[in-house]
């Protein structure tokens, strides 16, 4: 596999951040990525050069197209040596990593080197040479802009993504006239919002010393937003809980309702921000397992009650067979049923009738165990194997009509495999799915860590 150079810059004062940002929104676009993902990378090239911009020296920035499966656009960026202290740790560059497929920080005592790793999209062209050619010569034909140029796409986007969300505020409200005061109340405050940062944009070219401030500000932001998120939103399924309660005043059928919408909104929307901390938290490498002999027959018995509870169907049938007295397994008991409770879920929500099983096996060839979780449902073509284990993918043309956050089994991917492990899927349409957990019975090197509790 051979890496193509599309355009080489440098960085070397604050303007050159503005430039680099317009640079790789451009190359983004010219080498195929998807509007959303030009403005991810762009974001994460200006939270980078700000951090090097620090650095003695600053540093040279390379655009590469790197053809292979799947193909990719990467960024090199190299700086002094001392540039990997300063990314060390620092929120702005664990925000920028967060907007790419994958970021990586190496070097030696003479230079430091970062890689902005993004895929391209399957319906991209193929990276052909007279491609890169077309791509090269677009990108030099393009004349650099001026901060305030760069300033003002960032405005555009900022209020294409406040249309956005007004246009799904909207819809929302159309089914749903409880929640439709509540966004009435949000719209104002964000226009409110929307006319301090126009006049804010208005004054930049005065105040651009403003700039690394608004910068931080923004990167804060990013770390905490789901945190923050967790709060208000228990809080909505608190109260509609309170409402609902037998001993508060009796509701009519229509607010019942209306209270079971919200709460159900919420409750996903709980779910989804949930299901990000846990797997930016898998990702980052913040979860450590805490080694300790599990009782497989107990974990069985615990995972059935909780699996039944959430049957709402009474064409489907839970079957959860009991390992033989004595099957254990050395591994974190917490992380294993969160795997086992997802894969039953999942199994659950897509199967319209018939049975969602659970079982042990001796795991063939290695001394280890196979769980094996398998439903009736409504299969999984073999092309999209790979795909549902991607963030944010949803198999299309569910008959259940049931959806999900598109997180869970990544995250039960990533899980198995950090308690040494893999998951398995074997499925067809129209026949089920199979999942198959297998984890040895005795990982490489166990040591009792505690786990990150953040």
Do not use: C
Not at 381 to 391: D, K, Q
């Amino acid at each position: 596999m051979t890496d193509h150079v599309l355009l080489r810059m440098v960085l070397r004062r604050e303007r050159d951040i503005f430039v680099i940002r317009q640079r790789g929104r451009e190359a983004a676009a010219a080498a195929g990525l998807e509007h959303q993902d030009q403005i991810r990378l762009a974001t994460a090239l200006s939270d980078i050069g700000r951090l090097l911009l620090t650095v003695p020296g600053g540093a040279d920035v390379a655009f590469v197209a790197r053809p292979g499966t799947p193909p990719s656009l990467v960024v090199e960026i190299v700086a002094a040596a001392g540039a990997a202290v300063v990314l060390d740790g620092d929120p702005a560059a664990a925000a920028a990593a967060r907007l790419v497929d994958r970021m990586e920080v190496d070097g030696d005592g003479n230079a430091t080197r970062v890689r902005l790793s993004r895929r391209l999209p399957l319906g991209a062209a193929p990276l052909t040479g007279d491609r890169l050619a077309g791509v090269r010569e677009e990108l030099s034909a393009n004349a650099p802009g001026t901060p305030l140029d760069e300033l003002a796409v960032q405005n555009r986007q900022l209020l294409a993504a406040l249309d956005e969300v007004r246009a799904q505020r909207d819809e929302l409200a159309e089914t749903n006239s409880g929640v439709m005061a509540l966004y009435n109340e949000l719209s104002q405050e964000l226009e409110e919002t929307n006319r301090g940062v126009v006049a804010l944009y208005n004054e930049l070219d005065e105040k651009s010393a403003q700039l690394k401030a608004a910068s931080e500000a923004k990167s804060r932001f990013l770390a905490n937003v789901s945190h923050e998120l967790r709060a208000p939103v228990t809080a909505v399924i608190g109260l509609t809980r309170l409402l609902a309660d037998s001993g508060s005043d009796p509701l009519t059928e229509e607010q019942a309702r209306h209270v079971d919408l919200i709460r159900g909104s919420a409750t996903d929307l709980l779910t989804l921000v949930n299901d990000l901390l846990d797997l930016a938290k898998a990702e980052a490498g913040r979860l450590e397992p805490a080694w300790g002999e599990v009782d497989l027959r107990a974990l069985f018995g615990q995972l059935r009650g909780t699996a039944r509870a959430i049957i709402t169907r009474p064409e489907v049938e839970l079957t959860v067979e009991d390992p033989p007295t004595g099957a254990t397994l050395t591994t974190d008991e917490a992380l294993l049923a969160q795997v086992l409770r997802n894969l039953l879920t999942n199994a659950i929500k897509f199967t319209e009738r018939g049975t969602v099983a659970m079982s042990l096996r001796p795991a063939t060839g290695t001394d280890g165990w196979e769980i094996e979780v398998a439903d009736t449902g409504i299969g999984i073509p073999p092309e999209l194997h790979e795909r549902i284990f991607e963030e944010f993918y949803q198999v299309p043309g569910s008959s259940t009509g049931r959806t999900g956050t598109g997180l869970g089994l990544p995250y039960a991917q990533r899980l198995v495999t950090l308690l040494g492990g893999s998951l398995r899927l074997s499925s067809e349409p129209g026949k089920g799915s199979v999942f198959t957990v297998v984890l040895p019975r005795r990982p490489a090197s166990p040591a009792p860590v505690p786990r990150d509790e953040e």
